[in-house]
Nanobody, 115 residues
Framework: QVQLVESGGGLVQPGGSLRLSCAAS????????LGWYRQAPGKQRELVAT???????NYAEFVKGRFTISRDNTKNTLYLQMNSLKPEDTAVYYC?????????WGQGTQVTVSS
C-alpha cells in the first residue's frame, strides 16, 4: 500500500523560507517521477515542480529560482525547499508519485505566507 505523508508547512512572513517533506512508504521513491503541487482557495491544483528518476527537475515559472525539489533515497523522502516566499505562494501543498501512470497523493500541508 502506497502512502505519502507531507509535513513542514506553516505560517511564514513574506521573504521567509520553509522546507516541505514528503515521506513515502510502499514504494521506492527513486524509481518514479515525483512532484509537488499546490492548491490555493478557489483555484485549481497546479504543478510546482517535478523530479524524474534520473534527477531531471522541472519548475513552474512562478517558482523558478526560489524553490528547489530534491529527494533523499536513503530516507525515501521528497523535499521542497521554498525561499523568498510571497503571499501568493499561500496554498495547500501536495506531493505526488507517478507509479505506472497512476498518481498517489499525500494529504497536503498548509503553507501560509503573511505578515
Amino acid at each position: 500500500q502506497v502512502q505519502l505523508v507531507e509535513s513542514g508547512g506553516g505560517l511564514v512572513q513574506p521573504g521567509g523560507s520553509l522546507r516541505l517533506s514528503c515521506a513515502a512508504s510502499g514504494i521506492t521513491f527513486s524509481l518514479y517521477t515525483l512532484g509537488w503541487y499546490r492548491q490555493a482557495p478557489g483555484k485549481q491544483r497546479e504543478l510546482v515542480a517535478t523530479l524524474q528518476p534520473r534527477g531531471t527537475t522541472n519548475y513552474a515559472e512562478f517558482v523558478k529560482g526560489r524553490f528547489t525539489i530534491s529527494r533523499d533515497n536513503t530516507k525515501n523522502t521528497l523535499y521542497l525547499q521554498m525561499n523568498s516566499l510571497k503571499p501568493e505562494d499561500t496554498a495547500v501543498y501536495y506531493c505526488d508519485a507517478n507509479v505506472g501512470g497512476l498518481s498517489y497523493w499525500g494529504q497536503g500541508t498548509q503553507v501560509t505566507v503573511s505578515s
